[in-house]
């Protein structure tokens, strides 16, 4: 792997790790994960076999990916952030669980975090969540269900809170219309309360 | 040692491991704690001295546990759960707090997680509580008192939230009785709310 | 450094330990983090280039410390706790966000943990708050907004919920005024609902 840089004390057994991605100090990225161009992982994380890490993803310390999560590009996964994959979990060695742990069909559900989103210190997604395009999770928050795109949410479970632009500023919607204030994207509501499409994107 | 696997960059104090356990990366477990057969430590758990973990245990990644901490057998404890053993804590170099902790009769709370419960992901047990058998805390549930065995409980701080069968499937109470719909145990309530009997015990 | 421990498997870049001081398995002190005398590093803890750390701190397993996170002297740290610094964040690899984290002053958010306070298990800290001397943050709390001297705060956003003494014991105030019963300490009402100034230092 081409420009790749792994800290002396990370362990990456993945060959499927793209150029200009650094791995920090006692990270593990197992074999058959993917990640993609330009990343960084953070020290002491987890990537498992299976998981789907897009490019130029942040992923703060500490956070654990499993087989089951795809993210998407530009995504920050900030520090100690938590998926799951199993929404009834038991000991796989508890005889009376044995029975369903044969077959990952019976118990492993994706979670899918899309382009340019933000989950923030320490937040937990249950099992098959999508979180939305540009979405913001905010630290702390327990998300059990799905998350639009722009939209913030927090608290334990999340509810949603407001809407940030893709440069992470907050947007203020009156009248269904709302110019972020710190790059100048155009939003639009569109259907009341539930999404934001740019109306028209700006010069940078 | 028999049968015990050790991930080379592992750190492994203890000589009281069961066989057929493996350690994962970047996990230390010390000298005097004591881990059962058949169990699984993920990576970069932390496992005290006085620490005791059964049989069949499943440890995610990441979790840490402590002196005063007993997991019975075929437990799960999902990634990064965070026990606890110190209602008030301290720095113990402060020096206001240091009389505290000369004597660990002072602070020490034990916390039992009983067979076969589940701890989902970055669970947070308050110090001295007791998880039933079969219970289930959900992921980022911050329990603050003891749940009762078989009951699903969720929320910050955590409530009762409904019940599980031993396999780990929700269970669907009516008039007092309900079938796991997926294992087929039969439940009974025993007392109005509080707790569930296993009836008859089906073929499996 | 003199009568620094460093454990063979932390890794220590800093220059800037105070003596005493221990640091433990699996820990990663960057170059340019400064750490008082007599603190106690646990293992898998991450302090970042810029972080400050005074004297007498415990930090427990896991914790991650960023730039622009000053710990005051005799903190307790627990487990697994998490700063932040940044209120609005994205990837520094999303085109969108990149003009925003060219500059440390568009985002970077100082949070102080002043004099004695205590973090407990898994507490989330949002960027920019203050913790005040002696203040008690329960386990799991996610805290959104300052925290006064003395004042005891749990829950998800984290909500007062009583006092604490310099010790850690809870405090009964009546009527304006309160002794800790384990310490001895007197302690006196100064804005009602806000603050309580320790009156007459009782001999230890």
């Known amino acids: 792997m081409k420009d790749v840089f792994i800290h002396p004390a990370a362990i990456v057994e993945s060959k499927d790790i793209g150029g200009g991605t650094r791995i920090w100090a006692y990270a593990h990225v197992m074999a058959g994960a993917r990640v993609g161009r330009n990343c960084n992982v953070g020290g002491h994380c987890f990537i498992e076999s299976g998981a789907v890490v897009g490019n ?33 979990p038991r000991s796989q060695r508890l005889p009376q669980a044995q029975g369903r742990y044969r ?6 559900l994706p979670t899918v975090v899309k382009c340019g989103a933000s989950l923030s210190a320490g937040a937990v997604l249950l099992p098959g969540v999508t979180i939305g395009e540009y979405a913001a999770v905010a630290a ?54 539930t999404l934001l499409t740019r109306e028209i994107r700006s010069a940078q």
């Open 56 to 88: 130029n993803v942040t992923i703060k310390n500490g956070s654990l990916i499993w087989e089951g999560v795809t993210i998407e590009d530009g995504v920050f996964v900030g520090p100690n952030v938590l998926f799951t994959n199993d929404l009834y």
């Open 103 to 108: 077959d990952k069909k019976s118990w492993l």
């Open 140 to 193: 702390g928050a327990v998300v059990t269900r799905d998350v639009p795109s722009h939209a913030l949410v927090k608290g334990s479970p999340a509810r949603a809170s407001g809407w940030v632009c893709e440069c992470g500023a907050r947007l203020v919607i009156i009248n269904g219309l709302g110019d972020c204030t710190r790059c100048g994207l155009r939003f639009q509501e569109a259907n009341a309360g």
